[in-house]
């Protein structure tokens, strides 16, 4: 059973709804839409890394607030409520120098003034390299 309000959303408005924005600058795309879980990806590169190299841990944590921020707006009538991120941690398992990363959500709680959402990123070879948590608040227009 699909958790979403909208059942029609699609990948394209997901994706044009992040034009202009700190997602389009680092090249986050949604790519997939199932019941309960929405997917992202971002690429490694010179906008996303630190100066050794690396993955910057903050650019997780863009990814994982942006696709979770996003399916939380996605589970809601947006003509009566908005939901806006509260609280996100993060823990860096392994490092990422190159390729793309990929992150799922899924949501943990979805009540009436508060989401729990579960990211999970993953490497090119699927290998994890961060898990994350967002709670989000929902509010009324």
Same mark, same amino acid.
């Given at each position: 059973?699909?958790?979403?309000?909208?059942?029609?959303?699609?990948?394209?408005?997901?994706?044009?709804? @992040?034009?202009?924005?700190?997602?389009?600058?680092?090249?986050?795309?949604?790519?997939?839409? @199932?019941?309960? +879980?929405?997917?992202?990806?971002?690429?490694?590169?010179?906008?996303?890394?630190?100066?050794?190299?690396?993955?910057?841990?903050?650019?997780?944590?863009?990814?994982?607030? !942006?696709?979770?921020?996003?399916?939380?707006?996605?589970?809601?009538?947006?003509?009566? +409520?908005?939901?806006?991120?509260?609280?996100?941690?993060?823990?860096?398992?392994?490092?990422?120098?190159?390729?793309?990363? !990929?992150?799922?959500?899924?949501?943990?709680?979805?009540?009436? !003034? !508060?989401?729990?959402?579960?990211?999970?990123?993953?490497?090119?070879?699927?290998?994890?390299?961060?898990?994350?948590?967002?709670?989000?608040?929902?509010?009324?227009?």
């Amino acid at each position: 059973m699909s958790i979403w309000f909208n059942k029609q959303i699609a990948i394209d408005e997901l994706n044009r709804r @992040g034009r202009n924005t700190m997602s389009e600058f680092l090249g986050i795309e949604f790519i997939e839409i @199932g019941d309960d +879980f929405l997917t992202a990806t971002m690429p490694v590169n010179e906008r996303t890394r630190q100066p050794i190299g690396i993955l910057h841990g903050g650019a997780n944590v863009v990814l994982a607030e !942006t696709v979770a921020s996003t399916a939380a707006n996605a589970v809601v009538d947006l003509s009566k +409520f908005y939901c806006v991120g509260l609280e996100i941690n993060a823990n860096h398992i392994r490092s990422v120098k190159e390729g793309m990363v !990929t992150a799922i959500t899924k949501p943990i709680h979805l009540g009436r !003034t !508060t989401q729990i959402w579960e990211i999970n990123l993953f490497n090119e070879e699927g290998k994890r390299t961060c898990i994350s948590r967002m709670t989000a608040s929902v509010l009324s227009r």
